[in-house]
Every structure is written in C-alpha cells, then in structure tokens.
T-cell receptor, first 114, second 115 residues
Framework: KAGVTQTPRYLIKTRGQQVTLSCSPI?????VSWYQQTPGQGLQFLFE???????NKGNFPGRFSGRQFSNSRSEMNVSTLELGDSALYLC?????????????FGPGTRLTVT | AQSVTQLGSHVSVSEGALVLLRCNYS??????LFWYVQYPNQGLQLLLK??????LVKGINGFEAEFKKSETSFHLTKPSAHMSDAAEYFC?????????????FGQGTELSVKP
C-alpha cells in the first residue's frame, strides 16, 4: 500500500505571496492532519480534516487554511507569507479507529520564504 | 490541556549500550501515547503506541516503552543501541475520542550513537 505523499517536496516563495501544499493520504484513510515543524517551535498541530470537515484546529492565524476533498486528499494554503512561515510542513493520515488513532506521516514539504 | 515533556534534547550513547529516552505527559483524560522517529530530511515514522491495553508496549526495531500512570511517564528504551538508531525521537499524546487527529508533541530528543 502506498504511503502518504506530499507535493511539492521543496518550495521557495517570497514574502507576501501565497502557497498551496498538497497531501494524498494512504488509501482508505479518512483523517488528514497537518503539522508545522520548525527548529524553534518544534512540531505544532495546524488542523485536522475528517470526511471533508475541519474537526480540529491548532493555534495558528487565519492565514493558514485547509480543505479536504471527497477522495480524502487535502490541501493547505498559507496566504501573505511571512519569513516565519519557513518550515517543514508535514501531513499525516489515519484510519481514525477508536483505540488506534495512529497517524502515518508523509515526507513533508520544505517551505522557504525569502 | 495536554502537554508532553521530553527530558534531554540530546542523548549520546555508545553502540551496544542501553538507550533510555524520557517522556512525561499531562492529560486530563486517559491518553493515547506514541513515539515517533525522524531521520534527517524525512517525515516521522511510528515506533510504537499505547492505547490503554498492555502497559508495556513493544515497537519496531527493538524499541519498547512502558506506560506508568502514577508517574505520568512513557519512557522509550532499547537494550542495545545500533548506529542506525541515530535520529530524532518524538513523544506525542492524543486524547483520542474524536481528537485522534490532533497530536501534541514533545520537543524531541536527538539520539547520537558512538562507535
């Protein structure tokens, strides 16, 4: 079974621009979560989508948004990029079965904002 | 609110020595606990998970962890370190029950293995 895939793997953007990152979950997984990883703040939860609905949200500004499609694929968007948005963005998918809840992570998208 | 504390941002052991990575959690409900490993320029790989079954959990690559409710701990151990174990390790907690997709991570512990 194919793992979680994320595209693109690397991205360089300029401050003020916007960016869209894509995540394809493991086949059959309906939950997709997004995380931001930086050296200073570590791994921080952005949001989770389940059956096309945002189910959980972290403490990030409204510039960070996401969505999920009917095939469970998900995208996240960051508008008006700031230098501090430079990070590794990780996507994870899960079957979301009670007492399991294990998440499988993709390789990440490395975003650099200049 | 949930939180995770990993004691020691960097741990160094000799090849063949015991690996012990410490994790303490805070949760208002019975938690689900996880250990993940991250190799350079890669995503996170699940090592093992605790989901209220056995308190001693065995994972991949010879790692195991013991859930101790009284100590709110979930330390990761491996009896004999291998060079390939050098990586960053993250402990994470989830409340499950509809919050399963939200993991709270510790700051990570970088493990170095000396020959």
């Amino acid at each position: 079974k194919a793992g979680v895939t994320q595209t693109p793997r690397y991205l360089i953007k300029t401050r003020g621009q916007q960016v869209t990152l894509s995540c394809s979950p493991i086949s059959g997984h309906r939950s997709v979560s997004w995380y931001q990883q930086t050296p200073g703040q570590g791994l921080q939860f952005l949001f989770e989508y389940f059956s096309e609905t945002q189910r959980n949200k972290g403490n990030f500004p409204g510039r960070f948004s996401g969505r999920q499609f009917s095939n469970s694929r998900s995208e996240m968007n960051v508008s008006t990029l700031e230098l501090g948005d430079s990070a590794l963005y990780l996507c994870a998918s899960s079957l979301d079965i009670p007492k399991v809840y294990e998440q499988y992570f993709g390789p990440g998208t490395r975003l650099t904002v200049t | 609110a949930q939180s995770v504390t990993q004691l020691g941002s960097h741990v160094s052991v000799s090849e063949g020595a015991l690996v012990l990575l410490r994790c303490n959690y805070s949760s208002s409900v019975p938690p689900y606990l996880f250990w993940y490993v991250q190799y350079p320029n890669q995503g996170l790989q699940l090592l093992l998970k605790y989901t209220s079954a056995a308190t001693l959990v065995k994972g991949i690559n010879g790692f195991e962890a013991e859930f101790k409710k009284s100590e709110t701990s979930f330390h990761l151990t491996k009896p004999s370190a291998h060079m390939s174990d050098a990586a960053e390790y993250f402990c994470a907690v989830s409340e499950g029950r509809g919050q399963g997709g939200k993991l709270i991570f510790g700051q990570g512990t970088e493990l170095s293995v000396k020959p």
